[in-house]
């Protein structure tokens, strides 16, 4: 009996490594393709036939839509977990924050098309996101680390002030009337700046 639950638990474990690099792979694969030849001419079959793997066990991972998602939330994830191994930014508070948030808009304009298809697919709501949810709870804790710098507390409301204003004008952007990405890094700094003085007026 002992030995029947060990070679189950193998067997499992051994089932679930598996399943995680098909996973990688697929999403690896997708976000080559979706760069390369772009999110609306990429199809399932597409990836399933970089993948070498059936069409059936690249919708296991996830439709289309799913994939852009996974490809950008991971890119995102990756960001974040990239600070925890730099040390923080100096300067005043929105040098902090724009250092926060500068290299996110790196990655939104470093593909404009697809990252206009990345938001249509979260505003359209048709897949659920759990992963883009937590990611921007992550950005709104950094962002009130920074404004919480006296450790007085009540920076909630101006934390999420700038990440929806952030949010608001990285999503309407767009290359055809604006060529230049640091303008809109300059854009949305200002905003902060403009926040971040109410901040600090605050009694």
């Not at 390369?36 to 690249?58: H, M, N, P, Q, Y």
């Not at 919708?59 to 890119?75: I, R």
């Not at 897949?127 to 009540?154: C, K, M, Y």
Request: charged share 25%.
């Amino acid at each position: 009996m002992f030995t029947e639950r060990v070679q189950e638990v193998v067997v499992a474990t051994i089932r679930d490594m598996q399943r995680r690099e098909t996973v990688a792979t697929v999403l690896h694969t997708a976000a080559e393709l979706f760069e390369a030849k772009g999110f609306t001419e990429t199809t399932i079959r597409d990836i399933a036939t970089a993948c070498g793997l059936s069409i059936g066990t690249v919708m296991s991972v996830g439709d289309k839509n799913g994939l852009l998602l996974a490809t950008f939330d991971h890119q995102i994830s990756e960001i974040h977990e990239r600070r925890t191994d730099t040390p923080a930014h100096e300067g005043d508070a929105v040098d902090q924050i724009a250092a926060l948030l500068d290299p996110l808009v790196d990655l939104f304009t470093s593909n404009p098309r697809l990252a206009r298809s990345y938001a249509s697919i979260l505003i359209a709501g048709d897949n659920e996101p759990n992963a883009f949810t937590e990611l921007s709870q992550t950005l709104i804790a950094e962002i009130e680390a920074v404004l919480d710098h006296g450790n007085r507390g009540g920076v909630s409301a101006s934390a999420r002030a700038v990440y929806f204003a952030y949010i608001g004008r990285l999503f309407s952007w767009s290359p055809s009337n604006d060529t230049d990405p640091d303008s809109l890094k300059q854009s949305i700094r200002e905003v902060v700046e403009a926040i971040c003085t109410r901040q600090e007026t605050r009694p």
